[in-house]
């Protein structure tokens, strides 16, 4: 259950990736400390490395080749030309090959690195969208999940800014439109945008001045030659003739000849002549089933089915299966649930598919089609598996994940209640994870998977996997994704819950979405969602779901300092847990209150409850809310002026954080410790401390949280007599309070600003003051009170 220190529930294990852009030098009070923040946007960020494998037999295309070298070579002063070229062509032409392969060659000429995404403009699934590609980019480029701009334009603006002064390829696969495109081109700068597409994509052309590619089949000799490429070491040399005619026959399409040349290699005893036969019978039938579509298409529809008649039974029966499963990508595990086989079965049936280049193996147990046969394949499991067939499948791979998604939450976040489930069905084998890291490992892999998962069982009539499948993603998302990543997840999920009229249901997901929203710092929206799910519970009599639901509210009132409403929402939320006997989430709430009294200046009232609600924790093991205690108790005894007492009970918090490898707590945290350094004039690690709190809460995406380590510099600084480094950092942290809208901290930012600025500048500080006052307005809490009076003595002894 949350606390203020929390960002999310049971992350205990947030660990985090990259490198800091923050450095500190510290040593002596008396010499030179620098601490300084480079902006996340800076071209020393993350150097991204997306680009798939290249392929092991890439043969021709050298005109095509040329062309996209010349991309290179068309320089003016050293800067690429035309930033944006589309590769076009029919389906099946290998784009995707080309640039590919070409990309691979060239690479080094990006030292800033590369950018890949596969739209999946054709894919039968849902295409991704330019929000969802930009917030793929972002994250790459080193901004954290939190800091991703919701709106599409925020996102590309911030985009556009953060590759301006960097030298990158971005490779855009299978664009259907220019919709999907336009957001992710960069304003200007010596990035290269290479797009494929089916479509001429016109409109980039001219708007954007792209220069198109366009790629047709493969002219005859490149069609035999790769051929042979594919082949060689598996058959004799073969009749010219011969390799001809199966080309013409494959329509001299790249993925179609791989296909056919793959069958060819498998078979090397059997005659090249019986293999055309076979195809050309198959050409035959599909030219008296023809619909009309162009003879490329018809040509590798041809191929496909010759390939896959040729498959054993139940290798063909698992391919047509796998076409539907929700998502684009698949793992061994979840194969074997579609097809009713075990793990060991199923790897051998997924080795013939890969082995028949119908399918693509990404990594050890993790597979992929080409859109062209995934939408294939599907057709083929409308056309040969009956209804009650399909549904059974659709029902066994969501089993899967419904149950695999349980039992990472038993690692990812083991303090929370798991869904009372159903077992799982029968040929499930659910995965189980044996630590924290191979539950987040499975969780990471899959992530792109869960809102199809969700939107498939949704749309398939279960309504209540849907739902459960919601409420349990929820713990199991990667502790590095972003509360934004689940939201339409929950969406789903709250409709299905609504069709079930599961008023239970509604409530845990509502209450989940006030959380990702107060997260995010939507407010308002999570206030709503909280308000719902009290009245849903209340309506239920589910006393316990209510109560979490009023301590959430809380903590929202509590971040926009409502304390007095803050305070009562905690109070209801506490007695109705003591009243259920659920005596952690008790202690929760109380060590809230606490919190509460603390930041209103009650000092006695916030130690009246401090060391009730430690010993609650304590008497639990619950060491994430022992931490919590004693970093409020540590902030209360250093106001109480016992510095010592609040070094001993920070130090014993930090340890517990650490120990927990609790990156967001420990981010909190530090500021007390370095606030605590400062009172007692140990600048040099005070600095050290407010460094590593800006450095993790920049990471976690915590805005506020890293402005807060500003001021904390800030008012460093000016202890030290060195009022310019200090104004520089209490100006950063006050741009950052205002544009978040957050006027309590904006009104103490302007004091320290004004107390730093006042020795050399007097007349800027009574302006900071004044602007201070009318912020406070609003605040009638004991610590405003206070502050507001302070204020109004300095700027009458200023005037007089």
Known sequence: MPTEGDKRPGDSQNDLSGSSRDVVQAGSVSGDIHFHQVAASGPSGPVPRQLPADLNTFVNRSDELGQLNAVLA???????????????????????????????????????????????????????????????????????????????DDAAAMYRSLIADRRVMIFLDNAATVGQVRPLLPGGGDSLVVVTSRSRLAGLSVRDGARRITLGTLPEPEAVALLRAVTRGYRPEEDGDQLVELARLCARLPLALRIAAERAASHPHMRLDDLIS???????????????IDDEAEAIRTVFTWSYRALPTHSARLFRLLGLHPGAAFSLPAA?????????????????????????????????????????????????????????????????????????????????????????????????????????????????????????????????????????????????????????????????????????????????????????????????????????????????????????????????????????HFGRAMFAFRDLAHVQRAATALSNIASTRLSAGRLPEAASVIDEALAAHRALADRGGEGNLLRIAAALRLEEGDADA?????????????????????????????????????????????????????RLGDRSREALAWRGTGQTYAAMDRHGEATAFHRQAMAVHRDLGDTWQLALELDHLAAAAHPEDSGTARGHWSEALTHLTPYTDPRATSLRSRIQGLLTQAAG
């Open 336 to 568: 074997a649930a579609l097809g009713e086989a075990t793990p060991s079965r199923t790897r051998q049936l997924l080795d013939d598919l890969v082995g028949a280049h119908l399918l693509e193996q990404t990594a050890p147990d993790r597979f992929q089609f080409h859109d062209l046969l995934r939408a294939y394949a599907t057709d083929l499991a409308q056309a040969e598996e009956l209804s009650d067939q399909r549904q059974a499948a659709r029902r066994r791979v969501l089993s899967w994940y419904l149950h695999t998604a349980d039992a990472a939450q038993t690692w990812l976040y083991p303090s929370e209640d798991h869904l009372p489930l159903p077992g799982p069905l029968p040929q499930v084998t659910p995965l189980v994870f044996t630590d924290y890291n191979a539950a987040a490992d499975w969780s990471e892999r899959e992530q792109g998977n869960f809102l199809p998962v969700v939107r498939a069982a949704a749309r398939d009539g279960m309504d209540e996997t849907a739902w459960q499948l919601a409420t349990i993603l929820w713990f199991a998302r990667p502790a590095s994704s972003s509360e934004r990543d689940w939201l339409e997840v929950g969406r789903v999920g709250l409709e299905a819950a609504t069709r079930r009229e599961d008023q239970r249901a509604q409530t845990r997901l509502l209450i989940n979405m006030g959380i990702a929203h107060r997260a995010l710092n939507n407010f308002s929206e999570g206030l709503d969602a909280l308000e719902r799910a009290v009245t849903l519970a209340h309506s239920s009599q589910s006393r316990f779901d209510e109560a979490q639901a009023l301590n959430l509210i809380g903590l929202i009132y509590l971040r926009q300092r409502e304390l007095d409403l803050a305070e009562a």
């Open 646 to 698: 609040a070094r001993r009970s920070i130090d014993q918090a930090l340890d517990i954080a650490l120990a927990l490898r609790d990156h967001t707590r420990e981010g909190f945290w530090l500021l007390t410790l370095g606030d605590i350094q400062r009172t007692t004039a140990d600048y040099g690690d005070a600095l050290t401390s407010y460094q590593r709190s800006a450095m993790l809460h920049r």
């Open 278 to 292: 076979d195809l050309r019978d198959e050409s035959a039938l599909w030219d008296a089933l023809s619909t009309g």
């Open 74 to 152: 068309d320089r003016n002063g050293g800067r690429i030309v035309v930033s944006v070229h589309v590769v076009a062509g029919t389906a099946g032409a290998g784009k995707t090959s080309l640039v590919l392969h070409w990309a691979h060659q060239v690479k080094d000429q990006f030292p800033d690195g590369q950018l890949f995404v596969n739209l999946r403009g054709y894919d039968p699934g849902e295409p991704v969208t330019a929000a969802q590609a930009l917030q793929r980019f972002l994250r790459a480029l080193g901004v954290a999940p939190a800091e991703v701009p919701q709106d599409v």
